[in-house]
């Protein structure tokens, strides 16, 4: 199954810090892979508080951490953050073009700044002039929150006025000779986000200014809501092959965003990471006990990063089916599992047993399969 992606630019993060000769990098756009985003929640001032939290988020498979930068106190953070990161570093800043400079000069990857909101053209012409000299990508982010007040009167809350107010910026920064630049367009709505995001993607297109997307669904809410709206908001959109970097914005611990992002990815077919867990929901004719096995599984899946498909089938309705067509897979029957690895029967084994074989088999897939992946798992974990 081919699908398009929308053709975007690409642009390079890069953080830049003198006492760090292994620069973090990552891609957004182009033929990259769709990036994972996510955004800290601690006192950036508080540099070890943010680079716990920003490991956690890298751990968990975040693939650029922003953080704020909104006084000099998280400014004189930044250097230590960008030298320590295991990944690229973005600055969030709004209205103090000196936060912005402090940022650059800090050397982190990419600014989250919307250059129309520094009211003094001389300052935004100070600030651009800085990240094209240093090389700094700069994420415009227009939230339907925060929209240009003559914009909200003329057009409303409509992914127009969202499109539009993006657009101001983008003239900004080109005007300025800054072409480096990711657009997001947020609303709280799956709806109103996709059409934003298809709107601008279509007059970017037109002006051939094919700039990469960051998508997300902002103040999605809590976990289970801001799950569901982020998999349909940004799920529609990628699927129509727009959008180059994700963030899930969930009200609760950044790290829960990050499973959220990749789930999405996944079960698109965008990108490989972890078990794909096929689980049947059990019903009255599962003989074996099949909630919680697959849940067992999913705790498995937490130590390998390689994309192995585990079925946990609770009868032989579907089981041997499904069981067949994953890499390793158990179907029930009467207190006892069948399991399957690459489409052959293994074996049949008493309940008590199963998951222990399946580990089994599991392991045998990875070693033959994936060999590099435990490898991947030690270094990542001996990094923090
Ligand atoms: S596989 Fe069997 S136990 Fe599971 S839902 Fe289907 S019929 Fe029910």
Redo the contacts with the bound molecule.
């Keep these: 199954m081919i699908r398009l992606r929308r053709h975007t630019k690409a642009v390079l993060l890069e953080n830049k810090s003198a006492w760090s000769k292994d620069a973090k990098k990552a891609w957004i756009g182009g033929d990259h892979p769709i990036v994972v985003q996510s955004m800290t929640t601690t006192d950036t001032a508080d540099v070890d508080k943010t680079l716990e939290q920003v490991y956690a988020l890298a751990m968990a498979g975040c693939e650029v951490v922003r953080v704020t930068c909104q006084d000099t106190r998280d400014a004189a953070g930044l250097p230590q953050i960008v030298a320590r990161s295991p990944v690229p570093i973005v600055a969030d800043v709004h209205f103090d073009h000196r936060m912005a400079l402090a940022a650059i000069e800090a050397g982190v990857a990419k600014l989250r700044l919307n250059p129309g909101n520094i009211t003094d053209p001389v300052k935004t012409r100070e600030v651009v002039k800085l990240a094209v000299e240093r090389g700094t990508p700069i994420r415009i982010g227009v939230n339907m929150g925060s929209l240009a007040r003559d914009l909200e009167q003329t057009l409303g809350h409509t992914p127009e006025a969202l499109a539009a107010s993006a657009l101001r910026h983008v003239e900004i920064l080109e005007e300025l000779g800054h072409t480096d630049i990711v657009i997001s367009v947020k609303a709280h709505d799956a709806v109103t986000t996709i059409y934003s995001y298809r709107l601008l993607a279509k007059q970017l297109d037109a002006r051939g200014t094919p700039y990469p997307l960051h998508l997300g669904v902002t103040e999605a809410g809590l976990p289970r809501e801001g799950t569901i709206k982020s998999s349909i908001g940004l799920g529609v959109l990628l699927f129509e092959g727009i959008g180059d970097t994700l963030r899930v914005s969930l009200a609760a611990d950044p790290v829960e965003e990050v499973p959220v992002a990749w789930g999405i990815l996944k079960a698109l077919g965008l990108r490989e990471k972890g078990f794909d867990i096929t689980a ?8 074996i006990e ?1 909630v919680e096995l697959a849940r067992m599984v999913e705790a498995i899946a937490k130590e390998y990063n390689a994309p192995v498909k585990v079925a946990v ?7 041997p089916g ?1 069981s067949k067509m994953a890499d390793v897979g158990i ?2 029957g009467k207190g006892k599992g069948a399991i399957y690895r690459k489409g052959e029967l293994v074996g049949t084994y008493p309940e008590a047993d199963l998951l222990g074989r399946l580990r089994l088999e599991i392991e045998k897939v990875i070693e033959e399969q994936y060999p590099d992946y435990r490898h991947e798992i030690h270094r990542e974990a001996t990094t923090v």
Aim: proline share 5%.
């Design positions: 049947c929901p059990s019903c009255g004719r599962a003989e099949v089938m609770g009868c032989v309705v579907n089981g499904e179907a029930g």
